[in-house]
């Protein structure tokens, strides 16, 4: 962490967070024609990570290991809560089953790839927020 402190890095991540949440809704908004309170907590979890990839490894990680390192983590991430609010709680937010090499119905090849292609932008996205916060707090 920077020497801004705790309080400025916690606001950079609610930010990015907010950010993933509305971004994620609004794929979904666009694709499916609907989305649930749970994708925005989702896409919030998954652009903090997802952007942040670069900075959990110890040298610099190439773009496309970080897109496809975000996408596998996107792919887990809708595996989990799929398991949740799907299969256990019963509220069919998704159903894959249709898919050609679908997994419980709750991921498939095709949103993997989906979320491969989603990550690069993901990962831009959050350098370019990060480093507006930092900037604007440096102020």
């Known amino acids: 962490m920077r020497s801004d402190g705790f309080a400025a890095e916690l606001i950079r991540a609610l930010v990015i967070f ?7 809704g609004a794929i979904e908004l ?3 024609g609907h989305t649930h309170p749970s994708m925005f907590v989702l896409g919030g979890i998954c652009l903090l990570w997802v952007g942040g990839i670069g ?4 040298r610099p990680v ?22 949740v609010y ?9 159903d894959y ?10 991921i498939c090849p095709t949103f ?6 989603i990550s690069l932008p993901a990962v831009l996205v959050e350098g370019v927020f990060r480093s507006a916060l930092t900037r604007s707090n440096e102020s």
Not at 62 to 83: H, K, M, N, R, Y
Not at 86 to 94: D, H, T
């Open 18 to 24: 907010l950010a993933g949440g509305f971004i994620y």
């Open 112 to 117: 993997f790839f989906s979320w491969v292609a």
């Open 62 to 83: 190439p773009l496309w290991v970080q897109v496809l390192v975000g996408g596998a983590f996107i792919t887990c991430a809708e595996f989990v809560c799929g398991l």
């Open 97 to 106: 089953s249709k898919l050609p090499g679908n997994i419980m119905g709750q």
């Open 30 to 32: 666009i694709y499916r």
């Open 86 to 94: 799907n299969v256990w709680l019963g509220m069919k937010v998704w």
């Open 55 to 58: 900075r959990f490894f110890p």
